[in-house]
């Protein structure tokens, strides 16, 4: 049925657009999470190089505050010596020296290195070292990471000496940075799951956990540190962020399974209080079209469904009486005025046989008209009856011009004194239900004849369009009543007082509504009667 289809059409749609809007959303939801995870990536390699970079500045702090030691300035004095030991002694440096400002060693103390060694190393000449440059220049200055003789790498710390303002030598510090505190926040952080690579000019310095070319890294963040350059990367393993994705994933899952089964308990009880209940309606009146009175339906639901079931079943009930009541009083009155009016006619056509009073035998003539008019009217209410009843079967399209000349055929031989005329009559015009539209036609030539005493011009002309066919029966007569004109055009009831003269009208105002149709009247200096039919294919398809 149409209402169920759009139903489950409605559900289906309203399913996909909130399937839809959950994809999209957990789509938003997934591409943000690997995008906060790389934002927590980039803030990592950030805060590790400003980390960096404040730890190796206040290594060049240190370094610049022992430079202005004093005697550290004395070169090749005891004092001197003193103070480059003190400050091995008392900071994570590894080891230290003085350069003059002619680029020779004047003083060397370095942790695990001997005694000979540091002797040798004094008075040699260390011009040509970049920190040695840099600090000459008055820059305190980071060294990259170079290695020592030992395989380990060393970073120096470079800061200018300085004599009442002039530059008498550097003081030089170096350190290891995988051994000393310089990484120790880093060790706190990375892992097996994040990993943290220090490059310095290629080489690299720290690294722990997984490294950006590895295959398990799904994401790398690089930063600078911006007193060195060296270079930051922070790796995230993709195992982390695939497992977070796995959870997102069977989240959408189960919010997925969730909108079906709540559309589906939803839909189901939706069926069951409004569309069944709706469809029982439905079938209920469409027995009740086809004349299938006392049908009854059940609804379920709530009290409203109950009450509108009590009230149809009761209109059921009642329309079944009243056609049992209309079928047994039309029997009995037809039945009973024809016996009664064969009796009258029969017996006021003996008195007019027998009689020699002229008087009387006027009487009985008329008596005798009446009673066949009352036969008459019998036999046509028992074609309105079984030409509307509800039970009848439909009859074929036919074209209207073969319509129209059978029964202005019959009408002609019926009505010889009148003038029954047709034009226009287009033969490839059908239109729905010929039998029955026969029937108007009748009626509707018949009563312009009947108004007319039986001498009269009628006229039957019939027009067509790609949707319609336009009956005119068009007469000279002394016009249609206003009650008759009422009835054929809008919405009358009779009362005692107003009522048509007979039944054709109203067959014809039932008939063509029946059929999808309208009719008109209109009076000047004759009726004009018009009826618009849809036009349909001769299978009866519009």
Same mark, same amino acid.
Not at 23 to 47: I, K, M, N, P
Not at 232 to 254: A, D, F, K, N, P
Not at 448 to 459: F, K, L, S, W
Not at 470 to 495: C, K, S, Y
């Given at each position: 049925?149409?209402?169920?289809? +759009?139903f ?38 950030e ?10 500045t ?23 010596r ?43 000449s260390?011009?040509? +070292? ?8 008055g ?12 395989? !380990? ?25 995988r ?16 990993g ?39 790796t ?46 439905? !079938? ?7 004349g ?20 149809? !079943? ?7 009486? +009243? ?7 039309? +029997? ?24 020699d ?74 239109v ?20 007319g ?52 009208l ?37």
């Amino acid at each position: 049925m149409r209402l169920r289809r +759009r139903f489950f059409v409605a559900l289906l749609v309203l399913a996909v657009v909130l399937s839809v809007l959950s994809l999209a959303g957990f789509t938003l939801l997934r591409d943000a999470t690997v995008a906060q995870e790389e934002a927590s990536l980039q803030g990592a390699s950030e805060q590790i190089a400003s980390q960096l970079d404040v730890s190796l500045t206040e290594k060049g702090q240190t370094v610049g505050l022992w430079a202005k030691t004093h005697g550290i300035d004395d070169h090749g004095s005891p004092e001197q010596r003193s103070a480059v030991r003190s400050f091995v002694l008392s900071t994570d440096f590894s080891g230290a020296s003085v350069i003059a400002t002619n680029g020779t060693m004047t003083a060397f103390h370095a942790q695990g290195t001997s005694s000979a060694r540091s002797r040798d190393l004094i008075g040699q000449s260390f011009d040509d +070292r970049a920190y040695f440059q840099r600090a000459m220049d008055g820059e305190t200055y980071v060294s990259d990471p170079v290695e020592a003789e030992s395989g !380990n790498f060393i970073v120096t710390v470079s800061a200018p000496i300085r004599d009442d303002g002039e530059i008498v030598g550097t003081f030089n510090a170096a350190f290891h940075p995988r051994r000393g505190d310089l990484f120790g926040p880093l060790r706190t952080r990375s892992g097996s799951s994040e990993g943290v690579l220090v490059v310095a000019n290629g080489t690299s310095v720290y690294q722990d956990g997984p490294r950006p070319e590895s295959d398990g890294a799904l994401a790398v963040s690089n930063a600078t540190v911006s007193r060195t350059g060296w270079t930051v990367s922070v790796t995230q393993s993709e195992t982390v962020v695939q497992s977070r994705l796995r959870s997102i994933t069977l989240l959408q899952l189960g919010t997925f399974g969730l909108i079906v089964v709540s559309l589906s308990i939803f839909g189901w009880w939706l069926y069951r209080e409004y569309v069944a209940n709706f469809e029982r309606l439905q !079938n209920g009146f469409a027995a009740l079209v086809a004349g299938e009175y006392g049908t009854t339906v059940s609804l379920a639901g709530p009290t409203e469904w109950t009450v509108v079931a009590r009230n149809f !079943n009761e209109l059921s009930e009642t329309l079944a009486r +009243r056609r049992v009541e209309v079928t047994v009083l039309n +029997r009995v009155l037809r039945h009973n005025l024809r016996n009664a009016m064969t009796v009258v006619s029969g017996t006021a056509a003996r008195i007019q046989e027998t009689t020699d009073d002229d008087s009387l035998a006027a009487d009985a003539a008329m008596i005798k008209r009446r009673g066949e008019s009352l036969l008459a009217l019998a036999d046509h209410a028992r074609v309105v009856e079984s030409s509307l009843r509800l039970d009848r079967e439909e009859s074929p399209a036919r074209p209207i011009d073969a319509i129209v000349e059978e029964a202005v055929a019959g009408l002609r031989e019926e009505y010889a004194d009148a003038t029954i005329e047709t034009a226009h009559l287009p033969d490839d015009a059908f239109v729905p239900d010929g039998d029955i539209v026969a029937v108007v036609v009748d009626e509707l030539v018949r009563n312009a004849v009947i108004h007319g005493d039986g001498q009269m011009t009628v006229r039957v002309e019939v027009t067509a369009t790609d949707d319609e066919v336009v009956l005119t029966v068009d007469d000279d007569g002394p016009g249609l009543p206003e009650i008759e004109r009422r009835l054929l055009t809008e919405e009358f009831v009779e009362t005692p007082t107003d009522h048509g003269s007979g039944l054709g009208l109203w067959v014809v105002k039932w008939v063509v509504e029946w059929l999808d149709g309208t009719v008109s009247a209109t009076v000047d200096e004759g009726t004009q009667v018009t009826v618009r039919l849809p036009r349909v294919d001769d299978d009866g398809r519009e």
